[in-house]
């Protein structure tokens, strides 16, 4: 069974920077694609960004855009997400997630029905 996990999380001040990394093991880990999710308690999970190979196509939500880069490493099987100019809202808890990449191209990513896999979730506060 593929397995995700996250590391990285913590707190952090507004304004700053914070690098979430996901660690896939498993069948075939390499052949998914890989993405990102975020939880604030009594909200519904929503997708922040995903990446369907090392250097292909790629997607953020718009609240994210310009502030948090993915990126992947083949070698290590692993994803990465560099948050920077964090705000008190980024206050979430991050699951690192595996689904089809055919759904990364299609831009169905932040749809949580084509998630195949979710990791554990690692907590992300943003506060002074």
């Known amino acids: 069974q593929l397995q995700l996990v996250e590391s990285g999380g913590g707190l952090v001040q507004p304004g700053g920077s914070l690098r979430l990394s996901c660690a896939a093991s498993g069948p075939r880990a390499v052949s998914y694609g890989l993405g990102w999710f975020r939880q604030v308690p009594g909200k519904e999970r929503e997708g922040v960004s995903c990446?369907?190979?090392?250097?292909?196509?790629?997607h953020y939500a718009d609240s994210v855009k310009d502030r948090f880069t993915i990126s992947r490493d083949h070698g290590k099987n692993t994803a990465y997400l560099e948050m920077t100019s964090l705000r008190s809202d980024d206050t979430a808890v991050y699951f690192c997630v595996a689904l089809s990449p055919l759904f990364v191209v299609l831009g169905q990513c932040f749809q949580p029905g084509k998630v195949d896999v979710w990791g554990q979730g690692t907590q992300v506060t943003v506060s002074s």
């Open positions: 990446i369907a190979s090392e250097d292909g196509s790629r």
